[in-house]
T-cell receptor, first 115, second 115 residues
Framework: NAGVTQTPKFRVLKTGQSMTLLCAQDMNHEYMYWYRQDPGMGLRLIHYSVGEGTTAKGEVPDGYNVSRLKKQNFLLGLESAAPSQTSVYFC??????????????FGSGTRLTVV | AQSVTQLDSQVPVFEEAPVELRCNYSSSVSVYLFWYVQYPNQGLQLLLKYLSGSTLVKGINGFEAEFNKSQTSFHLRKPSVHISDTAEYFCAVSETNFGNEKLTFGTGTRLTIIP
């Protein structure tokens, strides 16, 4: 049981380049989330999804897009990367209906550097 | 809107000494409370959670936390720490309302164990 898998684990981008981060979960969770972690700021929610085909904005959505075409996958896209998007990105998933009650399962993170 | 405050960004503690990591929250409705741990270069793992009932909650690795509604606090404690407890600890809150289960994280407390 792999849980939540994030790819890639590391990436260096040049300013203006685009990329997609993939999150895959094999627990049949309805809810999926993308967070970014920055020193001294904790985890901030970028976008989330409450089911296949749905997405919603979180606390810091600007500069990111997401898609949830399949229940098990949640993609985070950067259309034109900026140095301010240098961060560690975490994907998480949870059960539906008061999903946070059961806690989230996190991936191991993607460390992105934009130069 | 809910929020979480972790006043201590870093806590150094001698090995085998007790430790308390402080967490205060703010919310206009009832909440679920969580502590997550992040070991170096890893994702977050659930340490313990308070949903309802007994205000003293026990988690993994000998940690416990006490929910204090009047002080809106959920402090994490361990009577005797070990080198392996070196990690960053995040307090998180979620409202109990169905459909609003997103977790809001604090900024984290880095626990350093001194041999």
């Amino acid at each position: 049981n792999a849980g939540v898998t994030q790819t890639p684990k590391f990436r260096v981008l040049k300013t203006g380049q685009s990329m997609t981060l993939l999150c895959a979960q094999d627990m049949n969770h309805e809810y999926m989330y993308w967070y970014r972690q920055d020193p001294g700021m904790g985890l901030r929610l970028i976008h989330y999804s409450v089911g296949e085909g749905t997405t919603a904005k979180g606390e810091v959505p600007d500069g990111y897009n997401v898609s949830r075409l399949k229940k098990q996958n949640f993609l985070l896209g950067l259309e034109s990367a900026a140095p301010s998007q240098t961060s560690v990105y975490f994907c998480a998933s949870s059960y539906a209906g008061q999903g946070a009650r059961y806690g989230y399962t996190f991936g191991s993170g993607t460390r992105l550097t934009v130069v | 809107a809910q929020s979480v405050t972790q006043l201590d960004s870093q806590v150094p503690v001698f090995e085998e000494a007790p430790v308390e990591l402080r967490c205060n929250y703010s919310s206009s409705v009832s909440v679920y409370l969580f502590w997550y741990v992040q070991y170096p270069n890893q994702g977050l793992q659930l340490l313990l959670k308070y949903l309802s009932g007994s205000t003293l909650v026990k988690g993994i690795n000998g940690f416990e936390a006490e929910f204090n509604k009047s002080q809106t606090s959920f402090h994490l404690r361990k009577p005797s720490v070990h080198i392996s407890d070196t990690a960053e600890y995040f307090c998180a809150v979620s409202e109990t309302n169905f459909g609003n289960e997103k977790l809001t994280f604090g900024t984290g407390t880095r626990l350093t164990i001194i041999p």
